[in-house]
Nanobody, 124 residues
Framework: QVRLVESGGGLVQAGGSLRVACVAPGRSVSLYAMGWFRQAPGKEREFVAAISRIGYTTRYADSVKGRFTISRDNAKNAVYLQMNSLRPEDTAAYYC?????????????????WGQGTQVTVSS
């Protein structure tokens, strides 16, 4: 079992920035392809961004492309999601996910481990 812990959520005004982070205490994130998903109240969980195990390949939802950047620092055992130009519609709980493969995917059911989520709220 892999425990994932997210941090860095909060309240920000529209147009602002936040960076959320994901760590795996006691495990090495370098073993996993990683993804970020989000879920707003009353909506299904949706893909946001993903990165391959080595970090060569990234994927983004069209709604965040050009505004969000996923990265990983395997030496620090962390994965990040830098969110710029935030919009009220980005308000959601953001979840980190890991899959025990080299390649990432945009499909949440293909991920093996999940964090508890961190809330991001963007005010207008």
């Amino acid at each position: 079992q892999v425990r994932l812990v997210e941090s860095g959520g909060g309240l920000v005004q529209a147009g602002g920035s936040l960076r959320v982070a994901c760590v795996a205490p006691g495990r090495s994130v370098s073993l996993y392809a990683m993804g970020w998903f989000r879920q707003a109240p009353g909506k299904e969980r949706e893909f946001v961004a993903a990165i391959s195990r080595i970090g060569y390949t990234t994927r983004y939802a069209d709604s965040v492309k050009g505004r969000f950047t996923i990265s990983r620092d395997n030496a620090k055992n962390a994965v990040y999601l830098q969110m710029n130009s935030l919009r009220p519609e980005d308000t959601a709980a953001y979840y980190c996910a890991a899959r025990s493969t080299t390649d990432s995917t945009i499909i949440y059911s293909t991920y093996d481990y999940w964090g508890q989520g961190t809330q991001v709220t963007v005010s207008s």
